[in-house]
């Protein structure tokens, strides 16, 4: 069945939505995005969403087209208008469509930004995944240096995929000297006990919306968390490990480059973090 989307101030049906062949997003990557999960028909952690948006426009120096109450509205438009139960609401902004190609940014005042937002139906807390854990391999991180900033230059993660695909796993962690940065579309961690380490924020990963709120759980539950880097040996020494996402919420890793984790099926404390997150997260969700 055919979705209605939002395209520049429009709801239409999928198939007539259209964006210019001069749009930046089209021939320079030049975009930002979000997805924010949906959890019995309502939006998970929007304001994160929302906020972490604004700052990828400012540091890009891109004009959001919409303000966040509106955007909001947008988001909560699309739900009812497709029915969405849980799945998620894809959303991008572009710097615009110029009249010609050209690497100069356009001047906002002649050149608004594109927005889309489309919904995607998907089954995230009963997710088979979560119950059997995910494999993984690990890659080099060859992305540029700004990934705190979410934009849509995802060929790189895309690769990755792909070369997990090509060795049997479902997924990649990405490494870079000798550290693991984060996974192709998630955050990465361990836990040693009852400690959870995952990479301290800066500009090497993207700050993710569902790792701060399972931190934050985390250490209401009397888990300790260290945020620090870690390698792959430590990680395949672990008593478990974990991705976040907000298509993946907290899914457990089994195996990382071939070498089973603690028993190799899903660790109790990823398990439970999964649980509290899907419980706080249906409890919050607007
Ligand atoms: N990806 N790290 C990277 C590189 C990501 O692409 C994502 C999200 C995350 C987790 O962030 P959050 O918890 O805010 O979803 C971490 C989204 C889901 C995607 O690209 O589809």
Not at 78 to 107: C, S
Not at 203 to 231: C, P, S, W, Y
């Amino acid at each position: 069945m055919s979705r209605t989307v939002y395209v520049n101030g429009e709801y239409c049906a999928e198939e007539d939505a259209k964006i210019s062949i001069f749009d930046r997003g089209f021939l320079m990557a030049d975009g930002v995005y979000e997805v924010t999960s949906v959890l019995d028909g309502k939006l998970v952690d929007f304001d994160g969403h929302a906020k972490r948006l604004e700052r990828s426009l400012k540091e890009l120096d891109m004009a959001s087209p919409v303000t966040m109450d509106e955007l909001l509205e947008i988001h909560r438009e699309l739900v009812k208008r497709n029915d969405l139960e849980e799945g998620g609401i894809y959303l991008q902004i572009t710097r615009g469509a110029p009249a010609d190609r050209d690497f100069a940014f356009p001047d906002p005042a002649t050149t608004p930004s594109s927005i889309v937002l489309f919904t995607q139906v998907k089954n995230l807390a009963n997710a088979p995944a979560a119950q059997t854990g995910i494999s993984v391999i690990s890659i080099e991180d060859q992305r540029w240096a700004r990934r705190d900033i979410k934009t849509v230059q995802l060929l790189y993660p895309s690769m990755g995929k792909m070369m997990a695909k090509a060795a049997g796993a479902d997924d990649a962690w990405m490494v870079e000297d000798g550290q693991v940065t984060e996974g192709t579309s998630n955050n990465a961690y361990i836990v040693k006990g009852r400690k959870i380490i995952t990479r301290q924020l800066s500009n090497d990963i993207l700050h993710g919306i569902t790792r701060a709120a399972v931190l934050r759980l985390a250490k209401e539950a009397q888990m300790e968390v260290e945020e620090r880097g870690f390698t792959i040996e430590e990680a395949q020494d672990a008593d478990e490990a974990f991705i976040t996402s907000a298509t993946t919420f907290v899914q457990p890793v089994v195996s990382i480059d071939g070498e089973t984790i603690g028993t190799g099926k899903p660790g109790n404390i990823a398990l439970r973090l999964r649980e509290i997150y899907i419980e706080e997260s249906r409890a919050k969700a607007i």
